[in-house]
């Protein structure tokens, strides 16, 4: 973790343990909305594009498996 400011954001940074220095970061943002919460991430950062295309089909899951989890099947 590089940054916390509770209870709102976070922010990590991310490396795929080639042992290259750190490319990216993911953003971890928490925004009330109405009678519930938004979590918003963002990962940024240089990757190449296998890296990158890895990275868009897996976050998805990652979020769906946390909504599921949270009792969200949205």
């Known amino acids: ?6 209870p709102t954001r976070m922010v990590w940074s ?3 343990g ?7 970061r993911v953003i971890f ?3 009330e909305e109405g009678t519930g919460t938004r ?4 990962h940024i950062g240089d990757t190449d594009d296998a890296m ?3 990275i868009r089909e897996r976050w998805p899951i990652k ?5 599921s989890t ?3 099947e949205r």
Do not use: C, F, H, N
């Open 14 to 16: 991310w490396s795929d």
């Open 52 to 54: 990158a295309k890895m």
């Open 70 to 72: 949270l009792g969200d």
């Open 29 to 31: 943002e928490l925004q």
């Open 39 to 42: 979590l918003t991430v963002r």
């Open 1 to 6: 973790m590089i940054e916390l400011e509770p």
């Open 63 to 67: 979020l769906q498996a946390l909504a």
């Open 18 to 24: 080639a042992g290259e220095e750190m490319t990216s």
